[in-house]
């Protein structure tokens, strides 16, 4: 097909439709048939509106993207021991339970109060981060690892392999997770104990991986869908009827397109892991006190809403923050790579 000049392309825009049309009947004396001029003009307006959609971020991912930020850095400088603040397991007993909103007043000298034995809340929350974060960014890592191999072979190779790896993921997702992660703990918990390691295991690592496996069979899945549309694309089946290796496909040509489908569910992954790890606290399994998480702050004075709401609600409210940006982030992510697999 004769590609005509690139200064004669129209752009789309506010005459963008009456461009396009004078532009195919002015391509009559190109040589143009009128199916290839109809598939050339959409593809400018296709590639046009991608433009148009994927041009900026927008502010609400702006500030989503802020506030994951300043969340990381606090964390990360407060567990270097960089801030000015008390550490979280000292204890002020002149301002137990007081604070913002408390029944019997606020705590001079502590601008978010402390919990109810005493210990600042800006404390806890900074500490508190660095565990949330290590742990549902750990388990969102290990679930993308093995559930992205896993959903890579069932969509490259389908048939038998997929049946078989496709199974697993269902059995795994007919079980509720948080009675799945409950189990795995428990289990894990019990096979450091007997093997006379249980007081050296840290709690975190544990919640990493019972998070981390029950999150694999729902990376999987997608990783799995995104690979089986890509494995019918022309390149794919032009790599294997030229004679290359499966994994050398898989690596060079698959991989780089499921890739991006990738990173928006992990996103999404890691606010659902940040709330899993909170409902694990609140059940008793949690990161371990005195080590402070923004789950295990709420399930220590969960009793207290009353009379000192303020501990239940700061770190609730960071949670759903934390939540709610890395949601958004990942909506963007898969708008974005809409429009890029529109223009492909």
Known sequence: ??????????????????????YAE?????????GERQIYVSAVAVGDEGRRRGAGLGFGAWLAIG??????????????????????????????????????????????????NGRDMIARLAYGGWSTLIVATGAVLFGLVFGGILGMLAGFFSHKT????????????????????????????GAATSS???????????????????????LGRITRASALSWSQREFVLAARAQGARPLRIMIREVLPNVLPAMMSIALLGIA?????????????VGVRPPTPSWGNVIALDRGRI??????IFEPAILIFLTVLSLNFLGDVVRARLDVRESAV
């Not at 998070?211 to 694999?216: A, E, F, K, L, M």
């Open 196 to 218: 006379g390691g249980g007081d050296r295991v840290d709690p975190k690592l544990l919640l990493i991986l019972a998070i981390g496996i029950v999150s694999v069979p729902l």
């Open 67 to 116: 506030w994951l930020a300043f969340i990381v850095i606090v964390s990360v400088l407060a567990q270097l021991d960089l801030l000015p603040l008390d550490s979280p397991t000292k204890s002020f007993a002149e301002c137990a339970r007081l604070g913002p909103f408390a029944k019997e007043g606020s705590a001079p000298g502590h601008l978010l109060g402390c919990d109810s």
């Open 306 to 311: 009353k009379d000192s709401p303020h501990i």
């Open 26 to 34: 002015d391509s009559l004396d190109s040589g143009l048939a009128v």
């Open 272 to 284: 659902i892991a940040i709330v899993a790890e909170g409902t694990l606290s609140i059940l008793g």
């Open 162 to 189: 997929d049946t078989v790896i496709t199974s697993l993921f269902n059995v795994f997702l007919a079980i509720p997770a948080v009675v799945l992660a409950l189990s795995l703990v428990a289990f894990l918990q």
């Open 1 to 22: 097909m004769p590609e005509p000049p690139r200064d004669e392309v129209p752009v789309a825009g506010p005459e963008g439709h009456r461009d396009l049309e004078r």
